[in-house]
């Protein structure tokens, strides 16, 4: 069983930053794919960004340039820098973690407010 814990939400003024992680824990599985989703009120869930075992990564065009993922396959660990944060990335940010083999994994998010 594979438990996703994830850290780094908060309110923060339009323009500033936050870093968001996700330390996946348990034993016998390797990780494939980490990501970061995220689900506004009255919204879908959304794709942020995701990072492959080897270093590959996606963005979606909203946060291009201003939101970066790495990842230490070590520690397990997923992170998502966010900067020059907008109004419109308000959103619980959730963890995904894809194993090698097995069933998706998701965290239970992270509230991310960006309000003057």
């Known amino acids: 069983q594979v438990q996703l814990v994830e850290s780094g939400g908060g309110l923060v003024q339009p323009g500033g930053s936050l870093r968001l992680s996700c330390v996946a824990s348990?034993?016998?599985?390797?990780?494939?794919?980490m990501g970061w989703y995220r689900q506004a009120p009255g919204d879908q869930r959304e794709q942020v960004a995701t990072?492959?075992?080897?270093?590959?990564?996606y963005y979606a065009d909203s946060v291009k340039g201003r939101f970066t993922i790495s990842r230490d396959n070590d520690k397990k660990t997923v992170y998502l820098q966010m900067n020059s944060l907008k109004p419109e990335d308000t959103a619980v940010y959730y963890c995904?973690?894809?194993?090698?083999?097995?069933?998706?994994?998701w965290g239970q998010g992270t509230q991310v407010t960006v309000s003057s």
């Open positions: 995904r973690v894809v194993p090698v083999f097995g069933s998706t994994y």
């Open positions: 990072i492959t075992r080897g270093g590959n990564t």
């Open positions: 348990g034993s016998g599985f390797s990780i494939s794919t």
